[in-house]
């Protein structure tokens, strides 16, 4: 199967790579719909995430179908449409950015989709919104009817204040440290930080490449102030199609 690869600093790229088996009787082997690039990813690309060794298969959040599972797994079962977590509930990150995954512990790692639901728009619920209720609402302590300022309008930011119900939502360019976010909160308010601080970037939320323009994508989503990127989507065939 083809699957996104790391080569090394400045190195990710397409690769044939073995198909999945199931190793363990809680296992499920899904085929990859839909599979987004996190922020994550960039940085590993630069060599920033020395655990990340070359060889590793990248990815931690996509919705897909199943194929196959061990003879432990209870709620899914081959054909069902799944989201994938973000986190297996072992701890151990996947690799989702390739045509088939496995899935540990998948009775708490897939969950299943209804079929109206758009697989691009299921995809956000992997990571991005979990990540955004963590650091917005439970980090942050945003309330119903607060004014919540988000530093920074990627798709984790501006989730995390919409999640949270404000009254008032201020979406402000990235600042430069962290400091400068701090002094913009009132007395007895909060701060949950996320991410890097540098420079702004006009962002949109449409880009959908076919998983075999991996690279690409990856070139697009890194160089979010030029091309507009706030996410992108990869999926197996068109990447037009549900």
Known sequence: MRAAVF??????S??????????DPGDAIVGVDVVTVCGTEPHIRKGEVPEVSPGRVLGHEAVGTVVETGRDVRPVRPGDRVLISRVSACGVVGGTQAECVRVPFADLSVHPLPNV?????????ADICP??????????????????VVVGGGPVG?????????GRIIAVDL?????????MVRPGGRVAGIGLHGKPASLHLDDRFALER?????????????????EV?????SPDAR
């Open 214 to 230: 991996m690279e690409e994508a990856y070139d697009v989503f890194g160089r979010a102030a030029d091309t507009g990127a706030v």
């Open 233 to 237: 989507a990869l999926r197996t065939g």
């Open 131 to 148: 990540t955004a209720h963590e650091v917005g609402v439970l980090n942050g302590g945003a309330r119903p009817g607060d004014t919540v």
């Open 14 to 23: 397409g690769r044939d790579v073995p198909d999945p088996d199931v190793d």
């Open 117 to 125: 639901v758009d697989s691009v728009e299921a995809v956000l619920p």
């Open 158 to 166: 501006l989730a995390a204040a919409c999640l949270s119900s404000p």
């Open 7 to 12: 080569q090394g600093p400045g190195k990710i």
């Open 175 to 183: 600042a430069e440290s962290f400091e400068t976010c701090a002094r």
